[in-house]
């Protein structure tokens, strides 16, 4: 006699994800990309024209994504006739371990990197730190490969800034590499008439 499988899933390379991403970074002037493709070369991996690798990461990348509500009643029935939302807050966060001033200045809203020889060395690298009134505003792509099949899911944020985030550097003779925490917030793209695909997409090769 056969059985019925009577527990209905589909765990398979699709819905399987596991593992390590890649976080990449664009001026939010760059063109919103229409195909993974338009972020990475799909056969090299390398990062296409305008698009940045933010690098290693500790703690992996987390996307986050959370809204407020308001509650609607009536005087005449004992309990909530409606919800509707009232703000919507999504973040992307991770840890950056790859400890170069061009990371820094991202992670601390720093000034550009310059390079030149000084004292006779050369390539001395130069930033500065301040305390600017606005945020820069950037296109974001986190980006994941299932090592089973090599597919890609990308998620492409439309346009994101740095959020507040403490941060040290520790140089110690012990303890964990350096690698700073950043967070950033995504904001709505107002040009955008669908209000579904405001904020971010999602790609997935199946």
Not at 5 to 24: K, Q, V
Not at 40 to 59: E, F, I, P, R
Not at 147 to 173: C, D, L, W
């Amino acid at each position: 006699m056969s059985v019925l499988d009577f527990h209905r899933t589909s765990i398979n390379d699709e819905s399987f994800i596991r593992g390590a991403a890649r976080l990449l970074i664009a001026a939010v002037t760059q063109t919103f990309p229409a195909t993974l493709g338009a972020i990475v070369n799909l056969t090299t991996y390398d990062a296409m024209s305008g698009w940045t690798d933010l690098g290693a990461t500790k703690t992996g990348v987390q996307i986050s994504l959370n809204n407020t509500e308001e509650t609607f009643d009536v005087d005449q029935i004992l309990a909530d006739i409606a919800t509707l939302p009232t703000s919507w807050d999504v973040s992307v966060g991770t840890q950056l371990a790859e400890m170069t001033l061009d990371k820094l200045s991202i992670a601390w809203e720093g000034d550009s990197v310059a390079t030149a020889t000084e004292d006779g060395v050369a390539n001395v690298k130069t930033m500065g730190v301040g305390n600017p009134d606005v945020y820069r505003q950037r296109r974001l792509a986190v980006l994941f490969r299932r090592p089973s099949n090599q597919k890609i899911r990308g998620y492409i944020f439309r346009k994101v800034q740095r959020m507040p985030q403490e941060s040290n550097v520790t140089h110690a003779k012990t303890g964990e590499q350096i690698s700073i925490p950043v967070r950033f917030k995504a904001l709505v793209d107002t040009s955008i008439t669908n209000v579904y695909s405001r904020i971010f997409v999602i790609k997935d090769q199946t």
